[in-house]
């Protein structure tokens, strides 16, 4: 799934959960919230290659999961923060714990930067470039295991807009991240890979 079909789900999930995009005012917390959901992705992601078995189908699924978790909030940071697409093109390939390191130290040197400068400008570029770098890693890791990632994204995305809490609310931790309601049930990615 190319990058513009992600980000229309994303704007999407931004409609439905009346998600604000970036401003001077939210600017450093959502840099935040952004580089703290991308580090959680990928650790899940680690984890669940660590769980991984060939012969159970199960953490075949798991590892899918985190897989489009992963493209799904990178999706999320592009579209909170309003970045072009990468007009700069990384000519490597990293592999995902790389990437993720790369994405990460620009988070963070952004959040310790003034917004509007040039500076700015400049380091918006290479997350975007960052984040094209962790999303091949991903699509790479799909297709090494075969996986639907297309698909997988579409199931979770799905399962994101299922989030309203049986109050007809929305509930969310500190950090922004939306909770899910006690009724809200996983994505089926099972008979995505039975299928």
């Known amino acids: 799934m190319q990058t513009p079909e992600i980000l229309k789900l994303i704007a999407e999930f931004f409609d439905t959960y009346s998600i604000q995009r970036v401003t001077p005012q939210t600017r450093n917390d959502l840099l935040a919230r952004c580089r703290n959901l ?12 660590d769980e991984y078995r060939p012969d159970v189908l199960s953490t075949h699924a798991a ?6 978790d992963v493209r799904y909030v990178t999706a999320y940071a592009r579209h909170a923060l309003e970045l072009e697409p990468a007009q ?3 000519s490597y390939d990293a592999d995902m714990a790389e990437a993720n390191d790369l994405v990460l130290d620009i988070f963070a040197y952004l959040e310790g930067t003034a917004a ?6 400049r380091m ?3 997350l975007a ?3 094209d770098l962790l999303d091949r890693a991903v699509n790479r890791a799909a297709f090494v295991h075969s996986f639907p990632l297309d698909a997988a ?4 995305h799905a399962a994101n807009l299922a989030k309203v809490w049986p109050d007809g609310k929305i509930h969310k931790r500190e950090d922004g991240k939306i909770l899910k ?3 809200w049930t996983p994505p089926d990615l099972l008979s995505l890979l039975a299928a």
């Not at 590892?63 to 489009?68: I, K, N, P, V």
């Not at 994204?153 to 979770?156: F, K």
Request: glycine share 8%; aromatic share 0%; net charge negative.
């Open 38 to 49: 991308i580090a959680e992705e990928v650790e899940e992601v680690r984890q669940a290659a």
């Open 63 to 68: 590892l899918l999961g985190e897989l489009a």
């Open 88 to 90: 700069l093109v990384l």
């Open 116 to 121: 509007g400068g040039e500076d700015e400008a």
């Open 124 to 126: 918006r570029r290479k």
């Open 129 to 131: 470039a960052a984040l």
């Open 153 to 156: 994204i579409r199931t979770v």
């Open 181 to 183: 309601p006690p009724t």
